[in-house]
């Protein structure tokens, strides 16, 4: 104990710790999250929700006004966590009566954790479905996948790179079949054209598109529609040109490995462990008016053969297998079968936001009376 | 006398191990997902598009809006986009005539001649339903679908809502494909449906010019007020 007191203490002093604990980083780092979330906030009234957060709160240099550079959210949001964890460590004392701040810093911990999981495992997805559909999978916002599968029967097997990989010049696997893409160009949003460019190559395209032209990126990111062109590499076979383009309605038909495969560029899919089919969609209006009151979903989840009946309705989502489903919009047309669309959500570390603020509050009463006690004896006495 | 260790030797809180840790923490943060996925899924099955008007009219067709009824007793009103100028038409069926023009041009009393043509159409019950009107628009400009594209396409078509609050569907052509889209024709516009009434909103021209104009047809249909029908 006397060692641990000894190494802490000459930690505690050395300069470089004082240096990472200085209050002045903490000041400076709270205030460049002040700039970032206000300078955001204004960003997002014209570039969109998601390019906000990517530049604002992810771990680059943003330049605030186009020339001031600041540190991203995460980033600040780290240097914020090594302090704390510093000071855990070297400073905060091991004294019973500080009990409560060391519960109080350990629930600030794992709110950051909890941070940290949500950044780097939560997955938000959709699903939607008409009343009698069965939902086995649900679909990325605005995340994009080129997908090559094989039907199997009522399954398709998909190996499918994430769109991130396709960059120029970049060669990628299709293991399944023994072939290879060299990608040439990915556009995070374009143009589709049947023309052909001037001297242009002949592209594999199940739509008749001949060209690809870049767009810039649209406000909403969901309204993007990219497009791919790559090589196609085939042991003994010659190289096929093939353009992919997201609104496609069908797929390409390839025959690859002496199989008949799939290709398409789509928003990627997420496979769930269960499926649901919406029995109903309900929309109930207040009496004598076009006001909805409430929205509910009615559907039977299945799994491994044994379903039961579930109900989500806004506010009430459904929770199960680690799954979120939460009422997210509808679609209800003349004629046809009611819609439901479901916002889909998977994060682990889900429940630490919820611990850390227990831990923080019980960490902050245990405090409160480890300083009362003594304070009232100390009145009492006098 | 010499000063102890900065970080004594065989601690967890080493040099070393530090800098092991924040590499670690780095290459966390810096890699991306460089392995692809392999997963199976049971293929989706969208139903079939199919209700009590499903099958009737002129699917495909380009001329008239299939089994229109009477005009409904209603009355539609709107306000109108920056740019946009009122023009006669010898449509008897429109109740607005309209060419979409860039503001700039609007504005400095110049004619464009790229002007998007924008109608305003309301017809009786459901005028054909959905399918046969969608498909109708996609006729005339070369487009076509299949049952299951018919779904998707009504399965992704944006919500609104008008001024008055009846429920609409923004139909975009823009981002279908079918010609050249640089030189062909497209349409953009909204299908307001109730049992009673029917109206259209439509902007055709050429794929530049409407892909253009799409926010301001938008939010055109935003502010029609359809008040009706009288008992």
């Known amino acids: 104990m006397t060692e641990t007191r000894s190494w802490r203490r000459t930690a505690a002093r050395s300069g470089l710790v004082k240096a990472v604990l200085h209050p002045a980083i903490t000041l400076v780092c709270l205030l460049i999250l002040f700039a970032l979330i206000f300078f955001g906030t204004l960003y997002q009234a014209d570039h969109g929700l998601f390019e906000a957060q990517k530049r604002f709160f992810g771990y680059g240099i943003v330049l605030v006004g186009g020339f001031f550079p600041l540190p991203g959210a995460s980033l600040v949001i780290w240097i914020l966590s090594v302090q704390l964890a510093v000071m855990m460590t070297v400073q905060l004392a091991w004294r019973v009566n500080r009990i409560g701040l060391w519960i109080v810093h350990l629930g600030i911990m794992a709110l950051l954790v909890g941070g940290f999981i949500t950044q780097m495992l939560a997955v938000e997805s959709q699903l939607t479905l008409a009343e009698g559909e069965i939902g086995h999978f649900t679909t990325a916002y605005h995340e994009f996948e080129l997908a090559f599968w094989e039907s199997r029967g009522d399954t398709n097997s998909v190996f499918a790179w994430n769109a991130e990989m396709l960059q120029p010049g970049r060669q990628l696997d299709i293991s399944p079949y023994g072939a290879r893409i060299t990608v040439h160009a990915y556009y995070q949003n374009s143009d589709a054209f049947t023309t052909k460019a001037t001297n242009g190559p002949h592209y594999l395209n199940g739509s008749g598109i001949g060209l690809l032209e870049q767009r810039k990126p649209e406000k909403e990111v969901t309204q993007n529609a990219p497009g791919v062109i790559f090589t196609l590499s085939e042991p003994g076979q010659a190289n096929r040109e093939v353009l992919l383009y997201a609104q496609e309605p069908r797929p390409l038909t390839l025959t690859l490995g002496g199989k008949h495969v799939f290709a398409q560029l789509r928003l990627k899919h997420y496979p769930l462990p269960f499926s649901l089919k919406l029995n109903q969609f309900v929309k109930n209006l207040h009496p004598g008016t076009d006001i909805p009151s409430s929205f509910e979903s009615y559907a039977d989840l299945t799994e491994n053969g044994a379903s039961r009946p579930v109900k989500v309705w806004m506010n009430n989502p459904l929770r199960t297998y680690g799954y979120t489903f939460f009422q997210a919009s509808y679609a209800q047309a003349e004629g046809q079968a009611n819609k439901s669309t479901f916002a889909v959500v998977t994060n682990p570390g889900r429940v630490l936001p919820y611990v850390s603020s227990i831990t923080v509050f019980a960490g902050l009463l245990l405090h409160f009376l480890i300083r009362l006690i003594p304070f009232v004896r100390r009145e009492t006495a006098i | ?231």
Do not use: H
């Not at chain 2, 010499?2 to 943060?29: G, H, Q």
């Not at chain 2, 099958?55 to 229109?68: E, Q």
């Not at chain 2, 569907?169 to 279908?176: E, S, W």
């Open chain 2, 1 to 231: 006398m010499s000063r102890p260790p900065f970080f004594p030797e065989n601690r967890i809180f080493s040099l070393k191990s530090t800098f092991a840790v924040a590499a670690v923490l780095l290459a966390l943060l810096g890699c991306e997902e460089e392995k692809p996925r392999v997963y199976s899924e049971v293929a989706f099955k969208p139903l079939a598009a199919a209700g009590p008007m499903g099958g009737m009219g002129m699917p495909g067709g380009t001329g008239m809006p299939p089994m229109a009824g009477p005009p409904a007793d209603i009355k539609v009103t709107w306000t109108l986009p920056k740019g946009w100028m009122p023009k006669d038409s010898a449509n008897a069926m429109r109740i607005g005539s309209f060419a979409a023009m860039d503001a700039n041009l609007a504005n400095s009393g110049e004619i464009d001649p790229n002007a998007v043509d924008v109608s305003v159409v309301q017809l009786g019950g459901t005028a054909g339903g959905l399918e046969a009107n969608i498909r109708r628009w996609m006729g005339q400009v070369g487009l076509k679908a299949s049952p299951e594209e018919m779904e998707a396409i009504i399965k992704k078509a944006p919500r609104f809502k008008t001024a008055t609050g009846q429920e609409g569907m923004l139909i975009d052509l823009t981002g279908m494909l079918s010609g050249d889209m640089t030189q062909s024709k497209t349409i953009y516009g909204a299908i307001v449906q109730t049992e009673e009434y029917t109206v259209f909103v439509k902007a055709m021209g050429d794929f530049a010019q409407v892909k253009k104009q799409k926010p301001q047809v938008a939010a055109f249909c935003k502010t029609l007020r359809i008040e009706g029908p009288k008992a």
